[in-house]
Every structure is written in structure tokens, then in C-alpha cells.
């Protein structure tokens, strides 16, 4: 998996006319080479969302000494 450069997707230009970040999966991957680097930043962000609510530290937890407001 390699980024491409800022608007060099397939086609250089995405919606409305704007340029965006990409990944290439390669020319092994047929149509499905290209994804939107937004997508896998949506994906990752609702991961850790999630984690976080699941396990996320009880408040009996002490605070750190090197603690700062």
C-alpha cells in the first residue's frame, strides 16, 4: 500500500471538483485500487471512540504527580 501525492488519485480530482488524498492498493487490487485516505482515517477514529468507551479508566484511577490542569 503506498499514499499517492495530494489529487493524484485515478483521476487527479474528486467530488465537486476537489483534489484529495488517496491510497493504491495497486494494480493487483482491480477496481477497488484506489480508497479515499478520509475513509481510513473515519475507520480508525470510530475504533478508538469505541475502545475508549468500552475500556476506558474508572475514576478510582490516582492521578499522575507530574499532573497538570
Known amino acids: ?6 489529487g493524484q488519485g485515478p483521476y487527479g480530482i474528486g467530488p465537486y471538483g476537489k483534489g484529495y488524498l488517496v491510497i493504491d492498493y495497486g494494480e493487483d487490487a482491480g477496481e477497488h485500487r484506489w480508497m479515499p485516505a478520509a475513509h481510513l482515517l473515519e475507520v480508525v ?13 474508572g475514576e478510582d484511577i490516582p492521578v499522575s504527580a507530574h499532573h497538570v490542569d
Open 1 to 6: 500500500m503506498r499514499v499517492s501525492g495530494y
Open 45 to 57: 477514529v470510530r475504533f478508538w471512540r469505541d475502545f475508549f468507551k468500552k475500556y476506558r479508566p
